[in-house]
Nanobody, 128 residues
Framework: QVQLVESGGGLVQAGGSLRLSCAAS????????MGWFRQAPGKEREFVAA????????NYADSVKGRFTVSRDNAKSTVYLQIDSLKPEDTAVYYC?????????????????????WGQGTQVTVSS
């Protein structure tokens, strides 16, 4: 089992940047595929990005490609989401998620119900 704690959210102006972090408990972080999702008010949770266990493969939602970068540091049991060129429509609660049950596949791990563990979320608000 793994526990996830996100941080780094906040209020930022459009065009700005943030780096979200997700710290995981336990000593087996490198066994987990990690994902980022977001949920805006009144909307369903949507996929943002995912990264394979060793960090060699990444996958992004079309809406964030070129602006968001996912990375991980297995030695620190932490996954990051660098968000650049923020837009008001990026306003949402951002969640990290973890799963270890399947081989990494971009299509498979772009779906929320494929992840077993979730953090509590961190709020990102972008003002125009």
């Amino acid at each position: 089992q793994v526990q996830l704690v996100e941080s780094g959210g906040g209020l930022v102006q459009a065009g700005g940047s943030l780096r979200l972090s997700c710290a995981a408990s336990g000593r087996t972080f490198s066994q987990y595929v990690m994902g980022w999702f977001r949920q805006a008010p009144g909307k369903e949770r949507e996929f943002v990005a995912a990264i394979s266990r060793a960090g060699r493969r990444e996958n992004y939602a079309d809406s964030v490609k070129g602006r968001f970068t996912v990375s991980r540091d297995n030695a620190k049991s932490t996954v990051y989401l660098q968000i650049d060129s923020l837009k008001p429509e990026d306003t949402a609660v951002y969640y990290c998620a973890a799963d270890q049950r399947a081989l990494y596949s971009p299509n498979y791990y772009s779906t929320a119900n494929k992840y077993a563990y979730w953090g509590q979320g961190t709020q990102v608000t972008v003002s125009s």
